[in-house]
């Protein structure tokens, strides 16, 4: 239950802290309870940010694997993105789903190779 009076409008969250890939429920979120996302932002660091052992791009790559076999294809290519942004191509990402399809089977590898696909033909690896 929200202790917000019903006509208090919520304070402005920068789009990025809402979410470094795009996704729209999270902008949605932003502007309905900016304090659980400015909460979250912390552990969301810790977990995909900078300055650890590995490096965002191989971060990216287990969360790949881990949607790919939950079946989340905007989420591959959203973390994908991201991926490529820290210097992933094209190979690596093949070889990332080729290696979650090991315990995670066919759907999760034809999950993957179809998010791969979508940012191919896109043109994300020119």
Known sequence: MSTRPAAAKPKK?????????????????AREDPEYVRAR?????LSIGEGKELSVKHREMVIIGILA?????????AHMRRAIEHGANKRELLEAIQSAAVPGGG????????ALM?????????
Do not use: C, I, M, N
């Open 13 to 29: 969250v920068a789009e990025k802290a809402a979410s470094p890939y795009g996704y729209p429920f999270w902008d949605w979120v």
């Open 41 to 45: 932002q912390p552990l969301s660091a």
């Open 69 to 77: 076999f939950r079946g989340r294809q905007e989420g591959v290519v």
């Open 107 to 114: 759907p999760t590898f034809s999950t993957g190779v179809q």
């Open 118 to 126: 979508k940012l191919d033909h896109e043109g994300a690896f020119k």
